[in-house]
Nanobody
Framework: QVQLVESGGGLVQPGGSLRLSCAASAFTLGSYTMSWFRQAPGKERERVSCISKYGSTYADSVKGRFSISRDNAKNTVYLQMNSLKPDDTAIYYC??????????????WGQGTQVTVSS
């Protein structure tokens, strides 16, 4: 059964850091374009970052603070989040797509992990 399982979310103070992990099972993550999305209460889901064979992309709101990476040997993708702000509070979702470049399409979704930035 194909699964994406996120971990690493939690409560952090403004200015702090978190690293989210997304472990894939039943498929080879390295063959997919991987993305992190987030959805805050009352807002639409938005793509935060994407990594493909062509490189990485970031939403303007997280550029310079977030970094996406993948470890194909561990079948895992990561999102390092630094200098966190209250506006980063959301449920973060991992997503995989078979297309070789970052697009609006998603083949598989994870179940999400909550990130709360608050003092």
């Amino acid at each position: 059964q194909v699964q994406l399982v996120e971990s690493g979310g939690g409560l952090v103070q403004p200015g702090g850091s978190l690293r989210l992990s997304c472990a894939a099972s039943a498929f080879t993550l390295g063959s997919y374009t991987m993305s992190w999305f987030r959805q805050a209460p009352g807002k639409e889901r938005e793509r935060v970052s994407c990594i493909s064979k062509y490189g990485s992309t970031y939403a303007d709101s997280v550029k310079g603070r977030f970094s996406i990476s993948r470890d194909n040997a561990k079948n895992t993708v990561y999102l390092q989040m630094n200098s966190l702000k209250p506006d980063d509070t959301a449920i973060y979702y991992c997503a995989a797509d078979l297309r070789p470049q970052c697009t609006a399409y998603v083949t598989f979704w994870g179940q999400g992990t909550q990130v709360t930035v608050s003092s």
